[in-house]
């Protein structure tokens, strides 16, 4: 491993803070923290939906996945995340913008109240737990690989979180929004570049597309029984529709200028998720043309190690300076927006409502405490889990799927769902799927798609039963 890698690494570290920290000068309030003063543009939002979403499991968790699985293992994401994009630009994005929330935790409290507002935002915040941790073991591996061994992969997340935390610290929206916009160039370009290089390593790109057909790679959809055909529903539902109920994806809407900023910006960075996805995936599949044996052995050993390794192995030091430019700038940029999601949603949501009054300096200063928190909970998370990226991305979403979507989408557009509903949908959702979990994790019906369909049938019934809590909403 070349010292010239590891030094440029630690320079880029150093700028992405330094750019982080000039965007946090124009935090002067609670709102400007939050959602960056509702100014962003349509290409601000676009990049900070991309790269937010372009994260570890990206480039790292669903190549791996890819290998071992095929497209059949990819359903959820990037197939369900990108569906989550696009059906939040066109349904959800011009709704909830109107609203002026601050977070999508107030929803629940203007639509319903108090009490739903508590559960949903409490199950929001801990979905995240999974999703940053992504990241943070994805910077331990990076740190691990540039140093060849030198510093652990414990102490290269304890490095990268701290170095993530810092920035989104002090600076909030404005800090993701700037850095996430100079972090998707670098992504774009860099991982465009290395696609180019290894295509000529394989004679093109349809030499590596015939191979992953011949064998069994690109076969997406699931065979014709039941079994199959409701794991697939399910599969796509989890991040389709759990990752809706996001405050990462409605910081991004309601930070932008207009609601047509909102709409575009989502649903363009949805479809480029989607399309640009594919390079990291032909990449890692290009790593078994190129070298099979080395790819054999990280099956075995640890299969997120197949692209970085086999970048370090096989590409001139240049090359492998605009790959780690590129994956660091993919989990900074991820690791930045969802460690201030939930940091803002717990401080909002839950624990602003225990103080009888609070100034806006005050609530800037309560957020940031629960940013420093949340970061110190997730590097513990990440230090001890042993799941791995693509899997633990996967599960975040199960907890908003069966406990915040249905009064989500009911409470945009069904004018009859009430609080009872809400609660019967959160509380029904919650009880069916953890159960099942425990009961019946192998069950032909997926615990959380069973729980989906509990919280939908709670919606309902809750809401034209008669009304033993509170007045109809």
């Not at 998720?273 to 594919?278: M, Q, R």
């Not at 908003?400 to 945009?412: I, K, Q, R």
């Amino acid at each position: 491993m070349s010292s010239n890698l590891f030094w440029f690494v630690a320079i880029y570290l150093a700028v992405s803070i330094t750019i982080g920290l000039v965007a946090a000068l124009r935090v002067h309030s609670a709102s400007d923290y939050i959602t960056a003063g509702r100014r962003l543009p349509v290409y601000v939002v676009f990049a900070a939906v991309f790269a937010t979403w372009f994260g570890a499991e990206t480039v790292l968790g669903i190549s791996a996945t890819f290998v071992r699985e095929g497209a059949a293992g990819l359903i959820s994401d990037p197939f369900g995340a990108s569906l989550c994009l696009v059906l939040v630009g066109l349904f959800f994005a011009r709704p909830l913008y109107r609203m002026g929330l601050l977070t999508i935790g107030d929803f629940y409290r203007q639509r319903y109240d108090r009490p739903v507002e508590l559960i949903a935002s409490v199950c929001i915040a801990l979905s995240y737990l999974g999703w940053v941790s992504a990241q943070v073991t994805a910077l331990g591996l990076v740190f691990n690989v540039l140093s060849d061994g030198a510093i652990s992969r414990e102490w290269g997340m304890v490095i990268g979180a701290s170095v993530v935390l810092v920035y989104t610290l002090f600076g909030g929206m404005w800090s993701v929004a700037v850095t996430t916009f100079v972090q998707m160039i670098v992504i774009v370009l860099g991982l465009i570049y290395i696609a180019w290089l290894v295509s000529g390593m394989t004679g093109g790109v349809a030499p590596v597309l015939s191979h992953a057909a011949a064998a069994g790679k690109l076969d997406l959809l699931p065979k014709v029984t039941p079994a199959d055909l409701i794991g697939f529903v399910a599969a796509l539902a989890t991040m389709g529709l759990g990752s809706i109920p996001q405050q990462d994806v409605f910081q991004r809407v309601n930070a932008s200028r207009t609601e047509n900023t909102a709409v575009y910006g989502t649903i363009l960075g949805g479809a480029a998720y989607f399309l640009f996805a594919a390079v990291p995936l032909f990449l890692v599949y290009a790593a078994t043309l190129v070298d099979p044996k080395l790819v054999s052995d990280l099956l075995e050993k640890d299969s997120q190690l197949i692209l970085p390794t086999f970048i370090v192995t096989h590409l001139p030091l240049g090359a492998q300076i605009v790959f780690y430019g590129a994956l660091l700038s993919v989990i900074m940029s991820t690791a930045s927006g969802t460690l201030l999601a939930p940091s803002v949603t717990i401080a909002e949501n839950v624990l602003k409502g225990q103080f009888r009054t609070l100034t806006d300096r005050q609530f800037l200063w309560l957020t940031r405490a629960v940013v420093v928190c949340f970061a110190l909970l997730v590097t513990a998370y990440s230090l001890y889990t042993e799941a791995t990226i693509h899997k633990m991305v996967e599960n975040a979403y199960k907890i908003t799927l069966v406990a915040a979507f249905v009064p989500l989408a009911a409470g945009v557009y069904w004018r009859r769902a009430t609080r009872q509903g809400a609660l019967a949908a959160s509380l029904g959702g919650l009880v069916t799927w953890i159960a099942m979990e425990i009961a019946w994790a192998d069950a032909m019906v997926p615990p959380q798609f069973a729980g989906l369909l509990a919280a939908i049938a709670g919606m309902v019934a809750g809401s034209l039963l008669p009304q033993r809590y509170g007045a109809r909403a």
